[in-house]
């Protein structure tokens, strides 16, 4: 018995955004994401930036030092979130909603979290 693939053209095209579950598409769950890179984007800035700085010799540095710097960058880069950010959870917003084909909020309108 003899195995021939099966060509391209007898295979069925699907859409793939079609094939997105609810969750993917609510709107809420796309606000939450757009937060949450932006959050992590601001992060890592927050340690380029720190990087840049020399040590501080008041405290004695060490690994507890950095494990603490780490975790109040990753707060502090939260809280810039949550009080509007630098912008850019609403473009990711917008277009998450749009490839998704869910309704974007309107450009430049801040949300009253």
């Not at 880069?77 to 309704?103: C, D, F, K, M």
Request: avoid cysteine; charge should be neutral.
């Amino acid at each position: 018995m003899d195995v021939k693939p099966i060509p391209d053209n007898a295979l069925p095209v699907t859409d793939l955004r079609a094939q997105k579950s609810a969750q993917e598409r609510n709107p809420e769950q796309i606000k939450k994401v757009a937060r949450e890179f932006e959050a992590m984007f601001v992060a890592m800035m927050l340690k380029s930036m720190r990087d840049t700085v020399g040590k501080d010799t008041l405290t004695g540095g060490g690994k507890g030092e950095e494990t603490f710097r780490s975790l109040l960058d990753q707060e502090y880069a939260n809280a810039a979130v949550q009080g509007g950010g630098i912008g850019l959870a609403q473009t990711i917003e917008r277009e998450l909603s749009r490839a998704y084909g869910t309704p974007a909020p309107a450009k430049g309108v801040r949300d009253a979290d």
